[in-house]
């Protein structure tokens, strides 16, 4: 803050005479202006390093596919988990365009049902679920983004890959999360009736690019109802991937904690696995397991 009385004094010291008002206005104004112009070059600074860092955690390397066999497991307070056991297909299309497919195999009650997601250059995505006993895809409304993804604590929109430039970025510091010293990141959507979340709060480990904690608010910009936390990590096939992680709701306690027991990269899956046909298709899914 510009402290007018201290520059009135600082001026008088450094010339015995005085100065004539309009000079003193205009001495301030000058001292004013340069605060003002520090502190948005600061501000821009912390957005220019923000959107690096965010386009950077975008493009860090994990291969060109993936697919992975883990666990589900629901926590519930006072409940005994329900575990639930699945294998994901994940593909690079190029050009900013990548799809992801989950099928569930075990329990019996949620066996065989699957989500597609499909995003696209521009941004967008299209999202559908198939559903056993009703044998039919179905497509995921916009609007329904914000629903949980089988009873856990996803959202649809957690499933979806979401470009940088969708957000408003910006590095709010550092702190350590787990013995590793983290970049806080925060990324406030552009348009709010673009996410669920009216901000998301990252820890990003700046060696690895994987984040290690977030905070999602959605009511409540000062308190988050719900924390992603990665568990373990590792190298496979040279590309960091995460092995443990657990969301919570933290309202409720309620958490989904997801495991990864196997990890292949690079096996080159076809085009034809990541479409509705093969959504509803669990034979013509299921070839492509590892």
């Known amino acids: 803050m510009i402290d007018r009385d201290s520059l009135v004094q600082k001026a008088r010291l450094g010339d015995p005479r005085g100065l004539k008002p309009g000079a003193l206005r205009f001495r301030i104004r000058c001292a004013t ?23 950077a955690i975008y ?32 593909v ?22 699957g989500l ?5 250059v521009d941004g967008s995505n299209e999202q559908s679920l198939y559903l056993p006993e009703l044998d039919r895809v179905r497509r995921i409304a916009g609007d329904r983004k914000g ?8 959202y649809y929109e957690d499933l979806q890959e979401r470009k940088p430039s969708r957000d408003r970025h910006r590095l709010m510091g550092k702190e350590t999360v787990n013995g590793v010293p ?30 290690h904690r977030v905070d999602y608010f959605e009511r409540d910009p000062a308190a988050p109802s719900k924390r992603w ?4 990590h590792k190298r496979v096939q040279g590309y960091w991937t995460a092995t443990d992680s657990r969301v919570t709701d ?25 479409t509705p046909q093969a959504l509803a298709d669990e034979a013509l899914e299921s070839e492509y397991r590892p």
């Open 59 to 90: 493009n860090r390397p994990n291969g060109r596919d993936l697919t992975t066999i883990g666990r589900m497991e629901l926590v519930d307070r006072g409940r005994a988990p329900r575990v639930r056991e699945l294998i994901t297909y994940r």
């Open 147 to 154: 629903g949980r993804f089988v009873g856990s604590d996803l």
């Open 182 to 211: 983290c970049d806080v990141l925060e990324s406030t959507p552009l348009d709010a009736a673009d996410s669920v979340y009216l901000k998301r709060i990252s820890w990003i480990d700046p060696q690895t690019l994987l984040a």
């Open 116 to 120: 597609l997601s499909l995003n696209r």
């Open 229 to 232: 936390e990665l568990l373990a």
């Open 250 to 274: 933290l309202n409720t306690g309620h958490s989904t904690r997801l495991t990864v027991e196997k990890a292949v990269y690079d096996r080159r899956l076809p085009a034809k696995l990541f």
């Open 92 to 113: 690079d299309r190029g050009r900013g365009e990548t799809a992801y497919l989950v099928r569930f195999l075990e329990p019996r009650d949620i066996a065989g049902t």
């Open 33 to 55: 202006s340069a605060a003002l112009l520090a502190g948005f070059l600061s501000c821009q600074a912390l957005a220019d390093t923000g959107i690096t860092l965010a386009q």
